[in-house]
């Protein structure tokens, strides 16, 4: 088990933690212990590597309307009930660019995304168009949470939302806190994919941090809150319970009425009941 330890440690650059490294190795049936797991990477020098300190991108100071912060007292129960939007810097050799997101706050899914060179509404509003061509909602039940900067307050994004009947959400002034879930992606990304690339151009940042996104942030990291599955495992079992039977799946029953197994077949020879001149007494 250390050998498998230090190989997945490896394979991970060493961004990943001891919990999330003990997940990965019950995965592969090993009886792991995260205390274990833990002492063994401190004498191996298995740690995650430090996190470093990131540019603030957002611009709040502007006279465009903001709206309330809708998330506050929001308990969500299932998927496209709440998408979060954030946007960040990535550096390259001469220069800067951004990378905007929007994701599913339930299964921590990407949804949307876009890179370019212009912080600008267009950007975001480009991630929000992928997401609005991927999934699909309750038209006034969905919420959309961002910070106040212009990009997300500005009339293009917010006729977008206005126009497909998605309620608006923004953090208060000062409090990055509000759109936590966002933030924290930012970090795993930061982390696991930017921290010690070198991007040779804007083409190629776009074309690998794509892939980190698609492939290993939806289809490979395991999330401790979605009880060590991926985003796309975890979205993919809550299809299995809401099956509706096509599956093999018996999905739902039916609200007030129990489910009944299948009569069974009476063998042949079997009496009839009652049987022939019972007088139902």
Known sequence: MRERLQQLAVAHGRKCGYRRLTALLRREGYLAN???????????????????????????????????????????????????????????????????????????????????????????????????????????????????????????????????????????????????????????LKEEEVQGRSYENVDDAKRRIGEFLEETYNRQRLHSALRYLTPDEFENSLKTVESDGTDGNLGKPTPGFPTFPQALEIPPGFPHFPPSGHDGC
């Open 34 to 188: 995260k205390k274990r797991v833990l002492r063994l990477m401190q004498e191996d020098n298995l740690l995650s590597l430090r996190k470093a300190k990131y540019v603030l991108t957002t611009d709040s100071q502007h006279d465009l309307p903001v709206y309330p912060n809708l998330t506050r007292r929001l308990t969500l129960t299932g998927l496209n009930q709440l998408w979060i939007a954030d946007i960040t810097f990535i550096r390259l050799h001469s220069e800067f660019v951004f990378l905007a997101v929007v994701l599913d706050a339930y299964s921590r899914r990407v949804i949307g995304w876009e890179l370019g060179r212009k912080l600008h509404a267009e950007l975001a509003t480009k991630a929000l168009e992928m997401a609005l061509r991927e999934r699909t909602w309750q038209p006034g039940v969905l919420v959309h949470h961002s910070d106040r900067g212009v990009q997300y307050a500005s009339r293009a994004y917010t006729k977008l939302l206005v126009d497909h009947e998605i309620r608006i959400s923004m953090s208060r002034r000062g409090s990055p806190y509000e759109n936590a879930r966002a933030e924290r992606f930012m970090r795993t």
